[in-house]
C-alpha cells in the first residue's frame, strides 16, 4: 500500500517538476520576443472595377517584416474580395476597407472603386419650338459610372441651334440638328432634335352648307404655310343642329341646324359655323293636264321635305310633239298642239306633269299661236301677186289653179334672189301681229325638201320688220302654213309705207332644184297699233339657240321704291364660259345712233371674280364692261361707244342686234336684272371716203392663224401637194372655224391700197359650204361670193369687199373667219387652204336693169337746235305737203342741215344714173352725199347750184358703180345757204336710181 503511494507522490512530483519547468522556458522565451508595433497597407486608394491590385503591408519595426499577414475586407458603400497574397478584386463600387493583420496588428486602407464612364445619353424633347429655350441633360452609362469633364455641343443640320454648357438651346433656323454631350473628351452621346416653326393662325376650309346626306372632310390652312402642326384635334360643338366629326376631318350630320367645327393645332383654337340642311327629296307638279291653246293655266309644284332649305321652284318646259312656254310663276303658254312636260325643279329635284295641248278646230287650216288666236275675226287674207324679184333667170312663177307655181333651178336656188309679194297700201294692218304663208314645196333629189328664207321688209325705209327668228324654213309636200311674228309693228301702219314678203328658195351652196307651190298669204291679231318708232326689241332669247342657255325674262324690282319693268337676264355656266349672248333685235334705222346704254344689278352672290358683259354690235365686240361683284344692291349703269369705224351707214345697217355676252366672273353662273337697255346720241353717220388708188399690184398673204373652233389646223409643208394650211374639222361637227387675224397690220398697210377684196384657193370635201366672215360679220361682201361650196377639187374664189375701204384703210385689230359647215355625220375632213389673202379684183361692169327705184321718204338728217342768248333755234325744220312732198325750211345756215331718204333693194347693183328733182332758192347750193361719202364719184362732193326758184332736175352719172353693191343705200341732201337769206323752203318731189342702157 505505501508503495503504490511512494510510486505515486514520485509521479506527481515528477509531472509538477515538468510542467514548471515549461512555464519557466516560456516565460524566458516570451521574455526574450519583441512586439508589433505597426503595420501600414500599401497600395492604390482609388480603384476601378475590373482593376486588381496587388496590395501590401509595412510592419514596424522592420525586423518584423516578415512575419504574416491576414488580409480582410470590410465592405463600406462598395464591395470586394483579396485574396491573401493581398490581390483586391473589385465587386460593387464605393468604399471598402481592406484590413491587414500582423502579429495581432491590423492596418487599414479605405479604397474607392469606381465604375468608369463607358457611354452618355442625352435628355431632353426631341422637337423644340422656333423662339422658345429648352434645357438638355444627360445620363451616364452605366449608372454611377464617375466622370470629369462633360461638354455640350450642337452639330448643325438642316437647322441650326446654339447651345450653354448648362444645357440650354436656343434653336437658331429650323429644320434638324444633333445634341452632343462629350464625358471626358471621349464618351460622346448625340440625339436628333427637330427645330419646328410655330402656328401662327389657320383656317378651317370646307363647305358652309352641308346636307343631311353628305360627310364631307374639312381641312385646314395653316398661316405661315410652312408652320408646323405638332399635334391637332377636331371638335364639334352642337347649336340647333348636330354632327359628329373624326379626327381625319369628316362631319357627319346627325340633325340640321348651326354646328360649330372647333379645331386645335398645337394649342391654337379656331372655330367655324356651320349649317346642316335637308335636301328636298321629291317635287310634284299639279294642274291641268289637258289645255286648249287660248287657256293660261297656273301649275303648283309641292316641294318635299316641307323644311328643305332651298324649296324654291324654276318652271320649264320640255316640248314633245306640243310646245309652251312657262313663267317663273307656272303661268304656262301654249305655242303648238301636242304634248308638252312641264317641268318644276327645285334644289336640283325635278317633278314632271305630262300636259296634252289640244287643237282648236275653230279655224282649222289657219295659222293658230296660241296666244292669238286666229279668228275669221281678227284675220286678214291678203290679195295680190307673187313675182319673181328682178326677173332673176332660172325662177319662174306661174299663177295657175289659183295658186302661184314657182320652179327653180339649181343655180337660182344659191343665189340671194327669189320671189315676192307686195302688200297693198291700202289695206289696215296696223293691228296685226303675225302673217303666215300657206305653201308646199318638193325637188328633183329624192327625199330632200326646199328651204325657203322669209323677210317681210318695208323698201320704203329698207327695213325688215322681223330679224329675232329663224328664216331658213323647211318645206314639204304637205300642206302648211309656215308662222312668223312681226317684231317692228310701227312699219305696219306708216302711210307711205312699200311693204313686200319675200321668199327665198335657198340652199346650200351645192344648190337643189324644185317647185314651191304658194296659196294663199294671210295677216292676223288684234294689238293697239304702235304709233312711235321703236329702235330695239327688249332683249331676249337668241333665236339661233335651240336650247337656250343664257336666257330673258320679264321680271319686277323695287327702285326707287317703285315697281319697275325689268330683264331677269340668267346664263348658266356653258353660257359664261362660252361667252353666249342675249341679243335686243334692232326694229329700225340706227346709222345716227353713237352710244349703247344699260343698267345693271348683280343678283349672284360669291363669285370669285368680277363678272363681265361683252357688249357687241352685230357681231363684232365693241366693249367687255365689268361688273362689280362686291355689289349687290344697286344698278350700275354703262356706256359703251359705238367706235367711229363702226358707224357707217352700212355697217350700222347691217347690225341686226346688239348683244351681251357674258364672261369672266370664274366661268360660274350667274343672274343680273337689267333694264333701260338702249340707244343714245344723235350725229351723221362717218362718211365713207372711197380711195382712189389704182387697183393692182401683187397679192398680200395673210397666213396668221388666231382660233380655230370644233376642230384643229397645222401648217403642212410641200410633199406632193403645195405647202398648206390643213384645217381638219372635229368629226360630227356641223360647224367649224378658222380664224385669221390680225389681217389689217402696219406692215401691211402699203400693199393693200391698190386691193379690193380677197382670193382663196383651197380643196375639201364635197358638201362643205364655207362662209368668209369679216369679225365674225356678213356685211361686208355680197352673199354670192363669199359662201361657197367645196366639191373635192382645188377651187378658186374671189371675193369683192363692198365697200374698198375695209381693205384699204385702217390698222385695228381685224379677222377673217372660215366657217365651214358640214352635212350631218361628216367625219374625218380635211380643208386645204393653199392661198388666202387680199387681191385686186379688176372691176366687171355689171348689167344695167332698164328701170327705176325710188327714194323713200325724205326726213331730217339729225335735229339740229342752236343756243343764241336765251332762245333755242330749231336750224331747219321739215314737214310735208298734201302729196307727200318733204318740204324743208331752213330757219339758220348750218353745216348738217340736210335730208336724207333711203332706197331699199337688191337691184340697186344694175343702176347706173341718179336723178333728183327738187325746188330750191336761187343761189343756194345742195351738196348731195350717197352713204354720206362721195362714193359714187370717187372724187370730190357733188354740189349743185340753183339757178332758179323753181324745179330743177339734177341727173348724176354713176362713176363707181361697185358703190351700188348694197341692197341699202342713203342719200343726204346737204343745203347751204350760201350767203343767200334764210327762212326758205325747199321741196323735194323725188328721187331715183335708173338704169340708162346707151344706144
Known sequence: ????????????????????????????????????????????????????????????????????????????????????????????????????????????????????????????????????????????????????????????????????????????????????????????????????????????????????????????????????????????????????????????????????????????????????????????????????????????????????????????????????????????????????????????????????????????????????????????????????????????????RQVYD????????????????????????????????????????????????????????????????????????????????????????????????????????????????????VFFGNADPITEPQLLTPLKNAHWEAVPVFTAEAAVDMIDEEPVDVILASATAEAVSGWRSLPAYVLEDISRKTHITFKVKLLTAGLPSNPRLMVTLGDTDVQNVTISRTNLTTYQTFTVTIPSGLRTENNMWAARYIQLKPNAGGNLAVQYYIYDFKLTGDANPQPIIATRTELGGPNVPLTAVNYVENGTWSNVPANGDPAHILFTPANDATLSKLEFAPVTTSANLAARQGMNGVYVRIQGPEGTEINIQRNWGDGWADEAQRKFALDGTVQEFYILALNRSDITTGTSWVGFQFNASHPTGFSDAQIKIFEFGYTAIMPQAEAIHPYDIHFGRFIEGGNTIVIDGEDEIDTMIVTYDEDGHAVATVELDHANNHLVAIAANDSLRYMNQLTIRMQGVAGTLVTIKLAYGNMFNMDVDYVHEFTTNDIEEIVITILDRDALKVNKISLSLFIDMNEVETDNEFVIHEAFFSGVIDD
Request: include cysteine; charged fraction near 15%.
Open 406 to 521: 314657182v320652179t327653180f333651178t339649181a343655180a337660182a336656188s344659191i343665189s340671194a334672189q327669189g320671189v315676192q309679194f307686195a302688200i297693198p297700201n291700202d289695206v289696215d294692218i296696223s293691228r296685226m301681229q303675225y302673217f303666215a304663208i300657206k305653201v308646199t314645196g318638193l325637188t328633183v333629189t329624192p327625199g330632200v325638201n326646199p328651204t325657203v328664207s322669209v323677210h317681210l321688209k318695208d323698201f320704203a325705209s329698207g327695213l325688215l320688220l322681223y330679224n329675232d327668228q329663224h328664216t331658213e324654213i323647211e318645206v314639204t309636200s304637205a300642206n302648211q302654213w309656215i308662222i312668223f311674228q312681226v317684231s317692228n309693228r310701227y312699219r305696219l301702219q306708216t302711210l307711205d309705207r312699200d311693204l313686200r314678203i319675200l321668199l327665198d328658195p335657198h340652199f346650200t351652196a351645192s344648190g337643189n332644184a324644185g317647185t314651191l307651190t304658194i296659196q294663199r298669204v
Open 1 to 400: 500500500m505505501k508503495f503504490k503511494e511512494g510510486r505515486r507522490m514520485k509521479g506527481f512530483l515528477s509531472r509538477f517538476f515538468i510542467l514548471a519547468l515549461g512555464a519557466l522556458v516560456l516565460f524566458v522565451v516570451a521574455a526574450c520576443v519583441e512586439k508589433v508595433e505597426s503595420v501600414t497597407v500599401i497600395g492604390d486608394d482609388v480603384v476601378e472595377m475590373g482593376d486588381t491590385p496587388i496590395y501590401t503591408v509595412v510592419v514596424t519595426p522592420s525586423d518584423m517584416q516578415s512575419m504574416t499577414v491576414t488580409w480582410s475586407i470590410v465592405a463600406g458603400t462598395g464591395n470586394a474580395t483579396i485574396t491573401q497574397t493581398g490581390e483586391l478584386t473589385p465587386v460593387a463600387a464605393g468604399t471598402v476597407t481592406i484590413v491587414a493583420t500582423v502579429g495581432g496588428v491590423e492596418g487599414t486602407l479605405v479604397v474607392t472603386i469606381i465604375q468608369p464612364t463607358t457611354g452618355v445619353s442625352v435628355t431632353g424633347p426631341d422637337s423644340v419650338w422656333l423662339g422658345e429655350n429648352e434645357t438638355f441633360g444627360f445620363t451616364v452609362l452605366p449608372a454611377g459610372a464617375v466622370y470629369d469633364t462633360a461638354v455640350f455641343a450642337v452639330l448643325a443640320g438642316t437647322g441650326s441651334a446654339t447651345i450653354t454648357q448648362a444645357g440650354v438651346l436656343t434653336p437658331v433656323t429650323a429644320g434638324t440638328i444633333t445634341v452632343r454631350v462629350t464625358i471626358d473628351g471621349a464618351v460622346i452621346g448625340t440625339k436628333l432634335v427637330t427645330i419646328l416653326i410655330p402656328l401662327d393662325t389657320f383656317a378651317i376650309q370646307g363647305p358652309s352648307e352641308v346636307r343631311m346626306e353628305e360627310a364631307p372632310t374639312y381641312t385646314y390652312l395653316i398661316t405661315p404655310v410652312n408652320a408646323d402642326v405638332d399635334t391637332f384635334e377636331w371638335d364639334v360643338e352642337d347649336g340647333t343642329g348636330s354632327a359628329t366629326i373624326d379626327q381625319g376631318g369628316v362631319l357627319t350630320p346627325v340633325s340640321p341646324g348651326l354646328v360649330t367645327i372647333i379645331l386645335d393645332i398645337n394649342g391654337v383654337i379656331e372655330e367655324r359655323e356651320i349649317e346642316i340642311i335637308r335636301s328636298v327629296i321629291s317635287v310634284e307638279v299639279e294642274g291641268e293636264t289637258v289645255i286648249l291653246p287660248e287657256d293660261r293655266p297656273t301649275y303648283e309644284a309641292i316641294v318635299l321635305p316641307v323644311d328643305a332649305k332651298y324649296p324654291t321652284v324654276t318652271w320649264s318646259v320640255i316640248n314633245g310633239t306640243g310646245s309652251a312656254t312657262i313663267t317663273q310663276a307656272g303661268v304656262l303658254t301654249p305655242v303648238a298642239s301636242g304634248t308638252i312636260i312641264v317641268v318644276a325643279t327645285a334644289d336640283g329635284v325635278s317633278g314632271e306633269l305630262e300636259v296634252e295641248i289640244e287643237e282648236d278646230d275653230r279655224l282649222l287650216g289657219t295659222p293658230r299661236p296660241a296666244h292669238v288666236l286666229a279668228t275669221p275675226e281678227n284675220t286678214l287674207f291678203i290679195d295680190g301677186e307673187w313675182e319673181s324679184i328682178d326677173d332673176h333667170e332660172g325662177l319662174d312663177v306661174v299663177f295657175a
